[in-house]
């Protein structure tokens, strides 16, 4: 098990440029969620996918943002003309739903990604 | 929406001291999770507790779901236990996490 990954880390751009995100969520794990975190703030909702299906959006993902699962696997998020206030940390993470794996007792445990640091100045 | 508030908002203990952090939260949920968040913004996972108590080395945690509280105990507190607490909830299996604003722990060695 190899965990949440995203990429990259760290992300730097200028106000009015696209940019892009990926995470590879944990192999079994059907379900693929979107935070974001400001300074001194808990994350906050933005988006969730099962499988490729999108089946919730937050009011805080404007028109700007796009995400996509296509194939119920990795995901990315999209910001396009980004602003300073986009400037955040975009978490991803993953759990399971549905029967516990070999049988064992279902767990719907969220579990995070070392997230990318996006600044835009 | 669920509202989630954690307290005290920042604490700061001597190595080796013993200490509670609080989640209260406004409506039944079906999932609690604590968090530890390090210097570099990584969540760790501490406990998934929608109620009862767990125990993993210094730490436990309990969930009183009929009364919509949780509480993290450290106890013998390390300088490694500075960082972040996040208690978050979920409303229906599966869905979206709603964050608490988090406690600063600083421990001094």
């Known amino acids: 098990d190899t965990g949440v990954s995203q990429d990259p880390r760290h992300k730097i751009t200028k106000r009015g440029q696209n940019v892009t995100f990926r995470c590879d969520p944990i192999?079994?794990?059907?379900?693929l969620y979107w935070y974001r975190q400001t300074l001194g703030q808990g994350p906050e909702f933005l988006t969730y996918?099962?499988?490729?299906?999108?089946?919730?959006k937050s009011r805080l993902l404007s028109d700007r943002f796009s995400a996509e699962r296509p194939k119920g696997s990795f995901s990315t998020l999209e910001i396009q003309r980004t602003e300073q206030g986009d400037s955040a940390m975009y978490l991803c993470?993953?759990?399971?739903?549905?029967?516990?794996?070999?049988?064992?007792?279902?767990?719907?445990?969220?579990?995070f990604g070392p997230g990318t640091r996006l600044t835009v100045t | 929406g669920i509202q989630v508030e954690q307290s005290p908002p920042d604490l700061i203990l001597q190595e080796g001291a013993n200490s509670t952090l609080r989640c209260n939260f406004s409506?039944?949920?079906?999932?609690l999770q604590w968090f530890h968040q390090n210097p570099w913004g990584q969540l760790i996972n501490l406990f998934y507790?929608?109620?009862g108590t767990k125990q993993n080395g210094r730490l436990s945690a309990t969930t009183v779901a009929t009364e919509r509280y949780s509480l993290l105990y450290i106890s013998s507190s390390q300088t490694t236990d500075s960082g972040v607490y996040f208690c978050?909830?979920?409303?229906?299996?599966?869905?979206?996490?709603?964050f608490g604003g988090g406690t600063r722990v600083l421990v001094k060695p």
């Open positions: 978050a909830v979920e409303r229906a299996a599966g869905n979206k996490l709603t």
């Open positions: 996918f099962q499988n490729e299906a999108q089946l919730e």
């Open positions: 507790i929608p109620s």
């Open positions: 192999s079994e794990h059907n379900r």
């Open positions: 993470a993953s759990s399971r739903i549905g029967p516990g794996l070999a049988g064992g007792i279902p767990s719907y445990e969220q579990y």
């Open positions: 409506d039944s949920v079906n999932n």
